[in-house]
């Protein structure tokens, strides 16, 4: 699988990956979407117990945190992190069935795409990456987006608790992504979220948020 960190890519194996997890092992978070990389970055800040990968496609997206998570520590570098290149349509199978728990945050594109419309190719390769029994926590806005509103986003229905629990429920199980949770988030908990996309959101009155809570497996 391909790392980066700031400018330079490097592909490492899954015996390369496993040694790096190993202290830590089995806490592994997995943040899918990553977009820029805040999240996981903080995460990783605050959990030293814990190893974080974060995931992307779009690899400039990862520069900027991954260049400042190789320094020293003193100049903010983290050694339990580590920042992949990957699409939900490729995952890595070096990180198969490694994460204990995972994060989608606001997620975009064909990630977005496949949660909502529940794909069964999306859902079984979120499940891939964790062990049974693992916690998956999903945030969903589909309308924080100006007008134009983007193309992707256009024929989407709108992701209510309701259309979690009567429309994804059971796909979803079928995948192996068994719903514990939906509700609506409020404005504090968005706000504590930590994303650039969340930020933006802190600042302006969207329709609110969806948080799903499921388990990988029947756990």
Same mark, same amino acid.
């Given at each position: 699988?391909?790392?980066?960190? *700031?400018?330079?890519?490097?592909?490492?194996?899954?015996?390369? =990956?496993?040694? %790096?997890?190993? $202290?830590?092992?089995?806490?592994? @978070?997995?943040? %899918?979407? @990553?977009?820029?990389?805040?999240?996981? &970055?903080? +995460?990783?800040?605050?959990? %030293?117990?814990?190893?974080?990968?974060?995931?992307?496609? !779009?690899?400039?997206?990862?520069?900027?945190?991954?260049?400042?998570?190789?320094?020293?520590?003193?100049?903010?570098? !983290?050694?339990?992190?580590? +920042?992949?290149?990957?699409?939900?349509?490729?995952?890595?199978?070096?990180?198969?069935?490694?994460?204990?728990?995972? &994060?989608? /945050? %606001?997620?975009? *594109?064909?990630?977005?795409?496949?949660?909502?419309?529940?794909? *069964?190719? !999306?859902?079984?390769?979120?499940? #891939?990456?964790?062990?049974?029994?693992?916690?998956?926590?999903? !945030?969903?806005?589909?309308?924080?987006?100006?007008?134009?509103?983007?193309?992707?986003?256009?024929?989407?229905?709108?992701?209510?608790? =309701? =259309?979690?629990?009567?429309?994804?429920?059971?796909? &979803?199980?079928?995948?192996?992504?068994?719903?514990?949770?939906?509700?609506?988030?409020?404005?504090?908990?968005?706000? *504590?979220?930590?994303? /650039?996309?969340?930020?933006?959101? #802190?600042?302006?009155?969207? $329709?609110?948020?969806? +948080?799903?809570?499921? @388990?990988?497996?029947?756990?």
């Amino acid at each position: 699988m391909i790392i980066v960190r *700031g400018k330079q890519t490097e592909s490492i194996d899954r015996s390369r =990956f496993e040694a %790096l997890v190993a $202290p830590f092992s089995p806490r592994v @978070t997995i943040d %899918l979407g @990553t977009g820029d990389g805040r999240f996981a &970055y903080r +995460y990783a800040q605050q959990h %030293l117990d814990r190893f974080v990968v974060g995931i992307d496609p !779009v690899r400039e997206n990862l520069r900027e945190l991954s260049a400042r998570a190789a320094r020293r520590p003193s100049r903010g570098g !983290v050694s339990n992190l580590l +920042y992949v290149v990957a699409s939900i349509e490729h995952v890595p199978p070096e990180l198969a069935g490694s994460a204990d728990e995972m &994060y989608i /945050t %606001l997620p975009w *594109g064909s990630l977005m795409r496949g949660l909502i419309l529940a794909d *069964g190719g !999306v859902l079984r390769a979120v499940a #891939s990456l964790a062990r049974p029994g693992a916690a998956l926590r999903i !945030v969903l806005n589909t309308r924080i987006f100006d007008d134009p509103v983007p193309i992707e986003v256009r024929d989407l229905p709108d992701v209510t608790p =309701f =259309f979690v629990w009567e429309t994804l429920a059971a796909p &979803y199980t079928d995948c192996g992504l068994v719903i514990r949770d939906a509700r609506w988030m409020d404005a504090d908990e968005v706000a *504590g979220i930590e994303t /650039t996309w969340a930020k933006r959101l #802190s600042h302006r009155s969207p $329709p609110p948020s969806v +948080y799903i809570e499921a @388990t990988i497996g029947d756990g």
